[in-house]
């Protein structure tokens, strides 16, 4: 039988924070949360523990590195994904003055209004990745049965 992790739900304590949860969410996409969970300590190492501000002066240097490291998820667009939302973030930042900020702003919304503005603003954050994200940053989520509705 098939066993499953529920991951914890906690608010970060900064943008940094926000982001590993971000991150973990594209990783997530397509492979158990077990894969995830046990490659995450080499994850936080080659991405710096996911400092927003060093992460988005990685290169196209670093993320051919990252492709050669069996101690991650050796997926391009997902790195590349990675990346390029350090990047959006700190865009957020500027116009936020936080990426928490960025996510209370949309608080309100319907869930399913919050889920499509962030897999609108990020890369390779769909539904499921969006769910995971709210989930374990104690936002309102609706049952896992009732997410896609």
Known sequence: MYSYHIPPRKR????????EILSQSVFQA?????????KWPNFRKEFYR?????????TPR?????MRDPGIIRNSAKILAVIENARIITDLQKEYGSFKKF???IRKLSYVKRRGVLAKTFRWIGPT??????????EDVPEWEDRNR
């Open 12 to 19: 970060p304590k900064s943008d940094d924070g926000y982001f």
């Open 30 to 38: 397509g492979f158990s949360w077990d894969v995830v969970r046990r």
């Open 50 to 58: 996911f400092k927003v501000n060093r992460v988005s002066r990685m």
């Open 62 to 66: 670093d993320a051919a590195r990252l």
């Open 103 to 105: 996510i209370e702003s």
């Open 129 to 138: 990745g969006a769910y995971h994200f709210f989930w374990c940053v104690g």
